[in-house]
Each structure stands twice: as C-alpha cells, then as structure tokens.
C-alpha cells in the first residue's frame, strides 16, 4: 500500500514570498511535519488532530477541508496564524487526507470558512494557551505577564526573557484537548485576519510546479480510460475483446456488470484503445423529448413539503386590488470543468491508496469501501487540488473508476475523463420549475404571495453508497438512497409579506443524474423570486430599488441594497424605463438581492445590460455588488469569488443550456455547451465590501451567484419591456421574445 | 509509424519513443514529465495545453509530436520559473489572477505570444487573443488587468 507524501510543502526563502515546493508521491519523501497518524488518533477534540509545531517553528495545519480553487488554504492559514500570534509566512496546510487530516465532511455549500473555520480557530486557540502556560513554568512567571510575538513568548517588560514555540513543543504532540474554553483573540486586534494576504497556491500555478492530481505519477502507474453506455440506463450486450487485441500497450479489458474499462501502459494507447474497443449496448427506454421537459418535471409525481404558510393566502389574493401571476423555467446545466476528472488509485488486496479531486475524502471513502468491499480502515484517500469544481461533478467517479480498474489488474492506475465523458456523465445541476403568484394592494404593496417549486434534490454525493458512484451504478451496486436537499435552497424570499405560502413539490426522477451545483438551488429560486419582484414593481410602477427596501425590514438587507444602488449611481425611476420595440442596440439596468439560505450572505447586484434588437444578442456590460459576509478575512480572496461569481453566472444566465436527445447528453463539448468567453465578459465588475468584525465570518463563493440571472433578466426587461421567464438568455431566444411585442 | 523522435523543449533535447502522430501534449506531460500544458478537451476548443512551438502558441493536445521534430517547443516550465518569473507570471501574481489555475497555463502561454508580436496590445487585442482560452472560474477581469499591466510595461 502506498503511503506517500503527495505534496510537502516548504518555505524556501526569496522575497518575503511564500513559495510552495512539491515532491511527487514517487519519490517518497521524508516528512517535514509529524507523519501519517492512524484515522483512530483523529479525535476533532483533541489540538494534535489539527496542529503540528516543528522544531523548525512551522506550524502545520492538518485540515479536513480542501482547497477547490477558491483559496481557502490560504484563509485558514490566516486564521490560525492570527489566533496563534504567528507570522503567516510560517504555516503549512495538509488538506483532506483521510489518513493524517480529521473528517470535516465535505467542502461545500460556501461553508469552508463558515463552518471549517470555528473549529481550527478554537483548536489554535487552545495550542496557544497550552504554548503559554508551558511558557509560564519555563519562564517562571504567570502566564498574565507575558505576550507572544510570532511564535516567540516573552515577558511583559523584559524582552531577554523570552521562548520561542518551537523551543516549547517543537516536534512534540499537545496531548491536550480541545476544550473550547480558551479565549478568543478580540477581531479588533486582528492584523492577519481581515489583510489581503496573497494566496499561497499561485507562484506555483503560474509557473507549472503547483501538483494538481491530474500530475500525480505513481511508479508503474498505468493508464485506463472508461468506456461509457451507448445510452442511459443502455445494458451492456457484449465486449469483443478481439477488437483491441493487436494494440500496443494494452494491459486489460475490465468488465464488471455495465462497467466497461481498459488499461494501458501508455495514455494515449488507453484512448485508442477505449475507442476502438467494440461493444454492444441494449438501448433502454429512451428518455422524453428534450421539448417535453418542462411538462415532464410539472407532471411527476411529487413530495409536497410547505417551507412557508403564514396569514391567509388565498384570502389576500382574492382581496388583492392586481393578481400577477408567472412561471419560471431553469434548464440543467453543468459544473463543465476545464479539467476532466482524474484520479489514481492503487487497490492492493490489504489496501487501497486513491489519489483524488473530491471534495469529501471521508464519505468517498466509506463509499470505495463499499464499492471495493473493503473496511473502511483499508482505504486511504488523499485529496489533491483538481481544476475547480463549482461542487459535485466527476471527481468522486473517476476515483472509483481508476479504483475498480486499479484492483482488476493489480496495479495503480490513472483515469482521465475526456471531455465527452466529463461533459456527458458529471452529475448536472437539475432542472427546475417555479410558479408564483402575488397580490397586490391599491398602495403597492405586496399582500399575499404563493410560491411553488418542482425540484429533484441537488445532491447524490457519495455519502458512503456506492451507488452514487457511477462506476457502482454501472457495476450493480445498491441503488442510492438520497434525501431531498437544496430545491428548496432560498425559495423563501427575503420580503416582509403578510401573507404567504412557499410549497417545495420533490420529485424523484431528474431524467439526467443530478447533483450540486453552486448554489443548488439557490440561483433558481432567487432567479423566479426577484424576477418577479420586478414583475411587481412594474406593475406597481414602482422604482425597482424603492420597492424592494419598502418591503425589507432587515436593516442589513437594506443596507446591502443601498451599498448598491450608490455603487451603480442607481437613478429612481419606474420598472422598466420604457425603451421603443424596434431596432438598435438599447441598455437597461436591473438589480437583485438575496439572502443566502435566508440566514447568511447578504448580496444585492446591479447588472448593466446591452441588448441587440436584430439578433437578440445580450451583452452583460457592467456589474455591480455589494456584499456582506460577516467578518471578512481576506478581501481580496473574497473579491476574487465574487467576481468568479458574477462571470461563471452571467455564463449560466445568457448561454448554457444542457442539450439531451432520447439516449442522454449531446452538450459533449465546448461547442454544444458553449461558455463565456474573454470578448464577452463585462467591461467591469465593480464590488463595495461591507467588513463587520464583530460579527462571524460567512460563506462567499455562492451567494453572489444567486443574484446574478435575475439582475440580468431584470435589465433586459429595462432595456427591452420583455421580460424573460426561462433561462439561458440566447440571442434565438431573446429575439423570439422582441418578436412577440 | 514508431519511432526514435528528438524534439527540443525549453532548450533541452530529448529523444522520445513514440508514434509519429503521438499528441504532443502526452509527450511533454508522461515522456517528459512536464506539469505546465495539461489536458482539457482534446480538441482544441479549451487552450489549457497550449506551448509555443517556434514561438507561436499552438494546441499541443491535437499537435502530432512529429510537428515539433526540428522546432522549439517552451512550455510554462520554460517561460519562466518562481525564482525568476515571466513578466506575465509576475503580473499574475500581482493581480492574483488565478482561481483554480487550472487554464492559466493555456492563458499565460497564449498572452506571452501575443505580446512578443504585439508588446502594446489594446485591451480589445488581448480579448480577442484569448477568445479561445476558456476559464471556468471566472477569472477573467484579472486575468485581462494582468496582461494589461504587461502591455503597458
């Protein structure tokens, strides 16, 4: 069993900078930093579980949670360097290993430094008080006379009497719990927590030394590539061997139920050979038109689920002086990766060792466990960055698939998806239908309203099944069994509304496999809630911005709302400024705001939009945010997935649709999936930070993303007097809609 | 067609066994255990393999190993390293222009060609240079204000 150090990471001196330098898990090398520690000795209530102090004074963090492009290794780092009155400069991070970093579940939901956060604060609080009291019987005085300057304990007053950290523990274990009781550093002495500290992964992912698991190289590693159904749900007929037989390299042909594999010795001869490889599929049922989607998701048969039911809805409605009333459409769409999913596994008959992108090392474990049928205990997954993610797409597949053609030949072997694979097999974030209905009164205001959405749940993550793997699906596992989660994300609006109903309708079936996608269903719901805000607004000829604060009562939604409106110069006028139907390029402006979960992020946006009259064309020009996640901790990785967030969504919102024919998936590649690209993305985004320190730090890399379709549906509404229910926004689209005026 | 190949890459020969029509790409990353070009589609639509081959960018990942014979191929590894950056690696790193990083060999590549031909090129040139290099993350402002500073070096 392999039991290599992926990554070690060092400082090397230069510049101040932090520099990262690898070892690939070939050359086995020594560890700066205690060594591999049993799962058993992982207790997450005991300092040892989450840090180490080496006798050269770096302190490593061991955490559960992993970086997936959004910088968070670099955010956690600050928040143990502050607690611990170190210079950033001296941490170290062991990410997601499920043999040496406690379980912190999955890292997802905009929860890393939300929930991730508390727990390594407390435990780097705790190490400091232990480090002070073992400085206090060193130095001999009370642990009330003396301060700590990175990593040095000294006397108040007496700068000869010091001790360092490493001269107290360095290379020793705590041995001490996690009580919870040690005190908090007060944010208003924070000088690393807050600072825009650079991000420690890039100088190597500029300069090609940073070790994505796509580089991970295992000695006699072997290459294996899948070959998927000819359709969903398609039974595998027959393999002819005999069609691969005379090709170089080639290792094996894995069968195992409806899992069809090869392995070679060479990449590209694995290619070769999965696409020469003949096999029989018998084609199942074939899946309902992609014209019937809509009908298909509103005729399922649903659990019904009621988020809301305050007042008396159909008594404010039948009292309304208007009634409003639309329907919203969300297609599927796609994590689309520029990486495809790749793993290494190296399955021994007493172990597995699987190198992997995952974002929840623990349950895939659990979950190859069951799939290889092995104790939990014998498999070791190492969590190594994989090209950004945006939540579950194929990375925990290709770990079991690189797992089951691993064990057939006895060797390690890597997968990469190609580009059909990723593009056509990672789970999709689901399709969605929302309707809803508002009244409203002579004044209007909004008195009653009455929301519906049809939704599957948002996540089939590994969870310890192998089913919801799809090499298990393929190789027979037990069919997964998976609670209904995040459709419901953010169907509530965030209004003050005297009467309302919000009904969650859960249906089983998504006709393509589906799971989570940034924000889940958060855009979708947050895409029908504001678009018809909007609607209302209109109709109420109301200024759009007015509206929406005279129905707030959160004095910190309003403030967001406000932060934007002044960052976007927002002039008050009725929704929409009417625009004459007709030729030429008109602009419109619209905004949005939500509250993620209804409990966390505050994000209000401003879109400028450009749209082209004979084509239809939309063209996103400026963006406008303002956002309030707590205490930020640092503001220019924040900047940075917000601005990631107004792109990747502005792509979600104007282009990508999940195309499907009766066998499954035809957006195979970047020509049917089209995404946005540099002549298309905005002149500028522009982002008003609002810090509150007092308060705790909440999650950034989703909200923004919520807010962003409606802000652009409301703007062409402004631009236009159109309003668009269904997302993409495509020019054939858009204009069919100018047709219809 | 096998062969003994010899290929030069950031200023290094080697001699690689291969098939003629092996891609590039899987030449430099398992032959020569190079980390800077990386697979994304295969086809040519991503970016995230491109080298320079004789200073174009070129997409190794449909390039046949047989094209470089006799040229010179630089990778990320070659434009520049941590020690001593490319221009344009520095201005990343300035501009924290990376999220996953995982196109940023492909957009590095593709905007250090374009500067050599066009040292001033306009910001509507570096768009349209790298109209062909996709990003997920959405790192995009960054990225143009990172050329950008190079440009008007």
């Known amino acids: 069993m392999v039991t290599a150090e992926v990554s070690r990471r060092t400082f090397l001196k230069g510049g101040g900078a932090l520099v990262v330098a690898f070892s690939l898990p070939s050359e086995l090398a020594a560890q700066s930093v205690p060594p591999a520690r049993s799962v058993k000795a992982l207790p997450a209530d005991q300092i040892d579980s989450w840090l180490a102090i080496g006798q050269d004074g770096r302190v490593t963090l061991y955490c559960g949670k992993v970086e997936l492009g959004t910088g968070v290794e670099t955010a956690l780092s600050q928040i143990v360097a502050e607690e611990l009155d170190v210079d950033f400069r001296r941490m170290t991070i062991v990410q997601g290993d499920t043999g040496r970093t406690p379980d912190q579940g999955y890292t997802v939901g905009s929860k890393t430094i939300q929930v991730g956060g508390p727990p390594i604060r407390q435990a780097a609080a705790e190490a400091r008080q232990t480090l002070l009291s073992l400085a206090s019987s060193h130095l001999g005085e009370p642990a009330e006379q003396l301060v700590v300057r990175d990593g040095v304990v000294s006397v108040k007053g007496d700068s000869t009497k010091q001790v360092s950290y490493e001269r107290l523990i360095g290379g020793r274990r705590f041995e001490r719990a996690v009580t919870k009781n040690a005190p908090l550093k007060a944010p208003g002495r924070y000088s690393i927590v807050g600072k825009p500290v650079r991000r420690v992964d890039i100088p190597a992912k500029v300069t090609g030394t940073h070790v994505y698991v796509q580089n991970v190289r295992v000695r006699g590693m072997l290459h294996g590539r899948v070959v998927r159904p000819s359709a969903i749900g398609a039974v595998l007929g027959g393999v002819d061997e005999a069609s691969v037989a005379g090709m170089p390299s080639v290792v094996k042909v894995v069968t195992q139920g409806n899992f069809v594999g090869v392995v070679a010795e060479r990449e590209e001869q694995a290619i070769q050979a999965a696409s020469a490889l003949k096999v029989t599929w018998q084609t199942p049922r074939p899946l309902p038109a992609m014209t019937a989607l809509w009908d298909t998701i509103r005729d399922a048969p649903t659990t019904e689920k009621a988020l809301v039911n305050t007042g008396d809805v159909d008594a404010g409605l039948a009292g309304a002086a208007r009634v409003l009333h639309a329907t919203y459409r969300y297609p599927f769409q796609m994590h689309a990766a520029i990486g495809p999913s790749c793993a290494v596994a190296d399955v021994r008959p007493d172990g597995a060792t699987v190198w992997s992108g995952t974002q929840g090392p623990y349950p895939l474990r659990t979950s190859l466990a069951s799939l290889l049928a092995m104790p939990a205990e014998q498999v070791r997954v190492i969590f190594v960055e994989a090209s950004g993610c945006y939540g579950h797409n194929g990375a925990d597949d290709a770990a079991a698939d690189a797992a089951l053609l691993s064990r057939a030949v006895g060797k390690p072997v890597r997968v990469q998806w190609m580009r059909y694979d990723e593009h056509g097999w990672e789970p999709k974030g689901p399709a969605m239908v929302m309707e809803v209905r508002a009244g409203l009164d002579g004044g209007g205001n909004v008195v009653a309203w009455d929301y519906t959405v049809w939704t599957p749940t948002h996540s089939t993550r590994p969870d310890g099944q192998a089913g919801n793997l799809l090499a298990g699906q393929l190789a027979g596992a037990a069919q997964a069994k998976n609670p209904f989660i995040g459709g419901d994300r953010n169907a509530r609006h965030p209004y003050v509304i005297k009467n309302e109903r919000v009904t969650a309708r859960w249906f089983a079936a998504p006709l393509l496999r589906s799971s989570a996608l940034r924000g889940l269903g958060a855009p979708q719901n947050t895409y029908a809630n504001e678009s018809f805000m909007d609607e209302l607004a209109t109709t109420a000829a109301a200024d759009p911005v007015q509206f929406r604060q005279r129905h707030l009562s959160d004095p910190q939604a309003n403030a967001v709302v406000a932060a934007v409106a002044k960052l976007a110069g927002w002039v008050p006028r009725p929704a929409p400024s009417k625009r004459p139907p007709g030729s030429g390029v008109s602009r419109g402006r619209g905004i949005a705001f939500a509250q993620y979960e209804n409990a966390f992020a505050y994000v209000a946006t401003v879109a400028d939009v450009d749209v082209n009259h004979a084509t239809g064309e939309v063209r996103v020009a400026r963006v406008f945010v303002a956002h309030d996640c707590g205490l930020i901790v640092n503001p220019d990785g924040l900047r940075n997935q917000i601005e990631g967030s107004v792109v990747q969504t502005i792509s979600r919102a104007l282009k990508e649709e999940v195309t499907f024919d009766g066998s499954g998936v035809t957006s195979v590649d970047w020509r049917s999936y089209p995404i946005l690209t540099f002549p298309e993305v905005p002149e500028r985004i522009e982002i008003a930070l609002i810090n509150h320190p007092e308060r705790p730090a909440l999650g950034a890399g989703e909200p923004t993303a919520c807010t962003v379709p409606a802000a652009i549906g409301n703007a062409i509404a402004d631009a236009t007097g159109v309003r668009l229910r269904t997302v993409p926004f495509t020019a054939e689209r858009v204009k069919e809609a100018l047709s219809r005026v | ?153």
Do not use: W
Request: glycine residues 10%; proline residues 4%.
């Open chain 2, 1 to 153: 067609m096998a062969g003994d190949l010899r290929i030069t890459v950031n200023g290094k020969q080697h001699r690689v066994d291969t098939s003629d029509d092996t891609p590039l790409l899987y030449v430099l990353r398992n032959e020569l255990q190079l980390n800077g070009p990386r697979f994304g589609c295969g086809l040519s639509q991503c970016g995230a393999c491109t080298v320079h081959l004789n200073g174009d960018a070129v997409r190794s990942c449909v390039t046949p190993v047989s094209a470089a014979v006799g040229g010179a191929v630089t990778t990320l590894e070659g434009l520049g390293t941590v020690e001593k950056p490319h221009p344009l690696q520095q201005a990343f790193l300035e501009e924290q222009a990376v999220q996953c990083g995982y196109c940023i060999n492909g957009i590095i590549m593709t905007a250090a060609a374009l500067l050599t031909k066009n040292p001033r090129a306009t910001e509507s040139q570096i768009r349209s240079a790298l109209a062909g290099n996709l990003c997920r993350c959405g790192t995009h402002m960054r990225i143009l204000r990172a050329v950008r500073r190079v440009a008007r070096a």
